[in-house]
């Protein structure tokens, strides 16, 4: 029996199954939209489709409007994706699994919502997102609508060269969502607001689709169950989940484990192989602040990100390789960062460190907070401007160590590719005194060939003891290539490629 609830009469938008049901599919709009005039057919549909009457449906609604009104602000897209996480966590904070159907703008708010909640180190529930002409690329037509509009936000943040957007593909990349969650993109091919290549991130993909025939507008207005958008929509809405769900402790929201994670989650820890190696540098980290230097695929931040979660800690992780200007101080920069994710607000453009840092004090002071920790990665400098960049992080260090108020509750743990050994002079003893430098090693073959023998089997991925082999010897010691190997497998399984020439072929791609 279907149930409507919180209204004094049914809407068009929301329908709630019998409470043992967990499963919802969360729809959310786009630019001046309202789940009404955006997905009013397509609920029609849903709602007399037996293969979903399973499914709880609910819409996330957010006001936008051409002309914004002078005496009501209109949100950015930082702010809609925090409207979206409050959303989930205050009134589907227990489900199963959630499954997002976003449009154009939408599917930004759901991008940006996702890459805070990882950034962030929470976890995650079991989201899955299909984005429906959503322009990742941003639309010439934002850029044209703000000719007549020039102080509309969602406008401003749409259009191709938005610093929004380019610093939200940006952290996308970096933090490989797409290798790491299921998100799917459909197109359409006469759409004129939003081109095909804006919205899919690849022409052809598993998780593409591409619709000669709809536009922007019809992708979302399916008029009957043969419409392709619409079997799109429900193929993605049916398609079971990869993995089992599981509860990450305190928190009653479930996250799907991995077993070919990237970035460790508390869910993932069945699936996380324990070296002798962890507990030398985990010994460091628990100390003074600690820099982990070594090659990109040994699971330095995986190492740190377990170390944090497993501790009870806040995880405040920052990521500079968005920096690359040569005009950037990467100091201040990671500062800015650091104040943004204590205030949720972004500090002042300056590059003035003790400022910086005198703000960032002040906002863990506010904070109730017991302990964080800032894990700063990917910082993008070598040489001379590495060392600049380790004495400011000394001087940082030092004056958090030095203030008793703060005594306790911030720890530091950066890593880089660059060893700071060739760089740190002899006589730097104050630097050595200040920061643990540890070396993070390539892993031993017993110890790779223990991770392919744990994650392969919940794959359901089968290979011989000699593939084994192969993959093994080819990960030359990274255990990044071998998570490589079987989510290309997993994922690409019709590519008539024999296991040596996939592998020949990931290792000329670099992907390691």
Not at 46 to 56: E, G, I, M, S, Y
Not at 220 to 236: A, G, L, W
Not at 289 to 315: A, E, F, H, N, Q
Request: charged residues 25%; glycine residues 6%; hydrophobic residues 40%.
């Amino acid at each position: 029996m279907i149930k409507w609830l919180g209204f004094a009469k049914p809407p068009a938008v929301m329908r709630s199954t019998p409470a043992e049901n967990r499963d919802l599919i969360l729809f959310v709009h786009g630019l001046f939209g309202s789940p009404k005039t955006t997905w009013g057919p397509l609920f029609e549909l849903v709602k007399r489709d037996q293969n979903l009457d399973n499914w709880d449906i609910d819409a996330f609604e957010f006001p936008s409007t051409y002309f914004p009104s002078f005496l009501r602000r209109t949100a950015n897209i930082t702010e809609l994706a925090a409207g979206l996480r409050t959303t989930i966590q205050t009134s589907h904070a227990d489900r199963s699994r959630i499954k997002i159907v976003a449009h154009s703008l939408g599917g930004i708010v759901v991008r940006k919502y996702i890459v805070d909640q990882v950034k962030a180190g929470n976890e995650l529930p079991a989201i899955e997102a299909l984005l429906l002409a959503s322009p990742s690329g941003g639309s010439d037509m934002a850029g044209i609508g703000q000719l007549l509009s020039p102080h509309n936000r969602h406008l401003k943040q749409l259009s191709p060269d938005a610093d929004a957007l380019a610093s939200l593909n940006e952290d996308w990349k970096l933090l490989k969502i797409d290798e790491r969650m299921e998100i799917h993109y459909a197109a359409g091919g006469a759409d004129a607001v939003v081109y095909p290549e804006s919205a899919l991130p690849t022409l052809i993909g598993p998780k593409h689709s591409l619709i000669p025939s709809c536009d922007h507008f019809s992708i979302v207005r399916p008029s009957n169950y043969d419409d392709i958008s619409y079997k799109i929509i429900r193929n993605f809405i049916t398609a079971g989940p990869t993995s089992p769900s599981i509860k990450s402790n305190g928190n009653s929201v479930a996250r799907i484990a991995d077993p070919l994670f990237d970035i460790y989650h508390l869910s993932d820890e069945q699936y996380y192989l324990q070296r002798p190696d962890d507990d030398y540098i985990l010994r460091a980290t628990l100390g003074a602040p600690v820099w982990i230097s070594g090659d990109s695929g040994v699971g330095k931040t995986s190492l740190v990100r377990r170390m944090v979660i497993r501790s009870g800690w806040k995880l405040q992780h920052i990521m500079l390789s968005g920096y690359l200007s040569p005009d950037t101080n990467p100091t201040s920069a990671f500062l800015r960062e650091a104040i943004a994710l204590e205030t949720g607000t972004y500090a002042r453009s300056s590059d003035d460190i003790p400022t910086l840092i005198w703000d960032l004090k002040s906002a863990i002071s506010n904070s109730n907070v017991a302990v964080r920790c800032f894990l700063v990665e990917e910082i993008p400098v070598t040489d001379s401007r590495l060392l600049d960049f380790i004495v400011g992080a000394v001087n940082i260090t030092s004056h958090f160590d030095s203030d008793d108020t703060l005594s306790g509750q911030v720890r530091f743990v950066f890593t880089s590719i660059a060893n700071p050994d060739k760089v740190i002079p002899t006589g730097y003893s104050k630097v050595r005194e200040r920061i643990s430098f540890v070396r993070a090693n390539r892993w031993k073959v017993d110890e790779v060939g223990g991770l392919l023998s744990l994650i392969k089997p919940p794959t359901g991925i089968s290979l011989s003891a000699q593939d084994d082999e192969s993959v093994i010897r080819s990960a030359n010691g990274m255990p990044r290539f071998v998570k490589h190997v079987l989510r290309d497998l997993r994922d690409r399984r019709d590519t008539g490629e024999s296991l040596p020439d996939r592998v020949r072929r990931l290792e000329a791609e670099d992907k390691f």
